[in-house]
């Protein structure tokens, strides 16, 4: 039972010792085993803005960084002259380190106290005037050694006071449960010896825990205001050191930070504009600048010059594709036989007659009819010309439009039909496209201007030609003009196309990559509310051509919007 009242002694001492812990710390045994990191940056820092210009003054030992941008689009200013002053600090003037940063040699930098600082600013020929506080904390202190921990706990009273009611608790529960009866050995009572052996067994459990009370109680003994003693201390990360997301959702991003990314914003203002919608195109080509070849009759394909025309190949108008020789009937071939067989016989007899004609001619034959023997000799010649050739006659296909062969569907020898398509010939610095449009759209809501984007993101300004009167697929399709063609067009291909028409709307135009995703899946765009501070705002867009979107709602006039190196800040975490 003695040990019982040793126990519950040392049991009243740790949690005495446990509870010396002033209000507001975490011991790390309960619901807050979590250490909280402090929310103040460990880097001192001032910050100060002005009508045009903002600047940071960051605190590293004797040396004061200086950073300075543009209020409005966050560039950084360089070859300005910045002077420094303050209470009791002489007028010192920053040195230039490039991109935007000024260093100065403050021999105050690293003595504990609030520093106002003036900044006398000189850029572009102007002035201005900015002014700030500069907190530099003093030194953390280490651990409290042994010497002063057992100093604060004699002069605290509640420590005796907590020790004494421990000692008597103790004190009552001895009593309490001392035993009742004489240890016998042997029916004897217990000798001396074994009873000074069991008391000093006694004396030696009671040191042991106090042993262990005492190891365990200083580092809680020593918590005080403001200190956190959780299972494992999260160390103190300086504000300054590295992007983080706050609590608020902010996104804090240092000025060295800055500059790395080339962090660049905008000034929100609001405009008037045409909205704009997205279509889905087919790129084809220039009407007037295509041309088909097709066989007029059937026959049998042969090489031209040699080589039959292949696709990508470069032609100019009136150049031989191919030669086509024609195909023909038994029968055609019986009926031409006996037409040619019957032309040579007139011919012969023509001829002979011509002959005899000659001979007695005089006085007894007219020179009429000599004439006229003769021109029906030439007449039956020709005729015999024209229908000799006919099974060897090959006819040339030309090219009817100067460009590129796209479809070439011949070869050697193939055997071909009328009407068959053999080559189609297209400009490929010439082409249209054509996109289905909004329903309803008609011409008292003309467009006012389009934009085709490609898969790799390229822009390519459009014309637009005309709509077609006949719906296709519940709309009506538009045509618009290729202004400057890019390689990436395809005939045939698909293209999105910005259109912008309509009555016009009020908005803020940004670019296209300052609108990122959140986590939910919302359009956001984000803001900069301080030189080293941005907020995510959620906004409403629409489509205006393939670099801006018009915010119809989210966004107030004057926000500064980043528009540069968006997506960066957008994966802070």
């Known amino acids: 039972m003695t040990r019982l009242a040793n126990l519950t002694f040392a049991v009243f001492s740790l949690f005495a010792a446990t509870a010396l812990a002033g209000p507001g710390h975490d011991h790390g045994d309960g619901g807050h085993s979590q250490a909280t990191a402090p929310a103040a940056p460990a880097t001192p820092r001032l910050v100060a803005e002005g ?8 605190a590293r030992g004797h040396l004061l960084t200086i950073y300075l941008d543009r209020k409005a689009t966050n560039a950084p200013v360089d070859g300005a002259t910045i002077e420094v002053m303050g209470d009791g600090i002489a007028q010192q003037t920053a040195k230039e380190n490039g991109n935007g940063t000024y260093m100065l040699e403050a021999g105050w930098a690293d003595v504990p106290g609030t520093k106002a600082l003036t900044f006398v600013v000189t850029a572009d020929g102007a002035s201005d005037l900015l002014a700030g506080m500069l907190v530099i904390p003093a030194a953390a202190s280490g ?10 706990v004699i002069g605290r009273p509640e420590l005796w006071l907590l020790a004494i009611l421990a000692a008597l608790g103790g004190f009552f529960v001895s009593f309490a449960f001392r035993p009742v009866r004489l240890r016998q050995t042997e029916g004897k009572t217990e000798s001396k010896p074994d009873s000074a052996k069991r008391g000093l067994r006694n ?4 040191m042991l825990i106090a042993a262990l009370v005492a190891a365990a109680a200083p580092d809680r003994a020593r918590a005080h205001e403001g200190h956190d003693h959780g299972g494992e201390e999260a160390p103190a990360a300086p504000a300054g050191s590295a992007p983080a997301k706050l609590p608020t959702g902010e996104v804090f991003l240092p000025k060295a930070t800055q500059r790395l990314l080339e962090v660049r914003t905008a000034p929100a203002t609001i405009e008037k504009t045409q909205p704009g919608s997205e279509l889905v195109g087919t790129i084809i080509a220039d009407p007037s600048h295509e041309g088909r070849v097709q066989a007029p009759m059937d026959g049998q394909i042969e090489l031209a010059e ?3 025309s292949h696709v990508g190949q470069t032609v100019k108008a009136g150049d031989v594709l191919a ?9 055609e071939r019986g009926t031409l036989a006996q037409v040619t067989a019957d032309v040579e016989g007139k011919l012969r007899i023509a001829e002979q007659k011509l002959a005899r004609l000659e001979r007695i001619s005089g006085d007894y034959i007219p020179q009429r009819e000599i004439d006229d023997t003769r021109t029906e000799i030439e007449s039956l010649r020709e005729q015999k010309r024209v229908l000799q ?9 030309k090219a009817p439009v100067a460009g590129v062969i796209s479809v070439a569907t011949v070869r050697a020898g193939q055997v071909v039909s009328a009407r068959d398509t053999l080559f189609e010939i297209v ?6 496209i054509e996109a289905i449009g909004i329903p ?10 389009a934009t085709a984007v490609d898969a790799e993101g390229h822009k390519i300004p459009l014309t637009f030609v005309g709509r077609a009167p006949a719906l296709r697929q519940q709309a009506l399709p538009l045509l618009f003009r290729v202004d400057e063609p890019h390689a990436s067009l395809g005939i045939g291909g698909t293209i999105k196309v910005l259109v912008q028409h309509g009555a016009p709307i009020e908005g803020i135009i940004v670019p296209e990559v300052a609108v990122v995703r959140a986590t939910n899946g919302l359009q956001q765009v984000w803001v900069k509310v301080a030189p080293e501070r941005f907020a995510a705002k959620s906004v409403r867009t629409k489509p205006l051509d393939g670099e801006r979107l018009v915010v119809t709602s989210g966004l107030e006039k004057g926000d500064r919007v980043v528009v540069g190196a968006a997506e960066l800040i957008n994966q802070v975490r």
């Open 51 to 58: 009508s045009d210009l903002e600047l940071v003054a960051i």
């Open 143 to 152: 651990e409290m050694t042994a010497g002063s921990w057992w100093s604060e």
């Open 203 to 206: 004396a030696a459990e009671i």
């Open 306 to 308: 040699g080589k039959v």
């Open 323 to 331: 030669l086509l020789a024609p195909a023909m009937p038994v029968y």
């Open 389 to 397: 050739p006919k099974n060897e006659e090959r006819m040339q296909l």
């Open 427 to 432: 400009d490929p610095k010439r082409v249209w």
């Open 440 to 449: 309803g759209t008609d011409d008292e809501t003309p467009v006012a201007s």
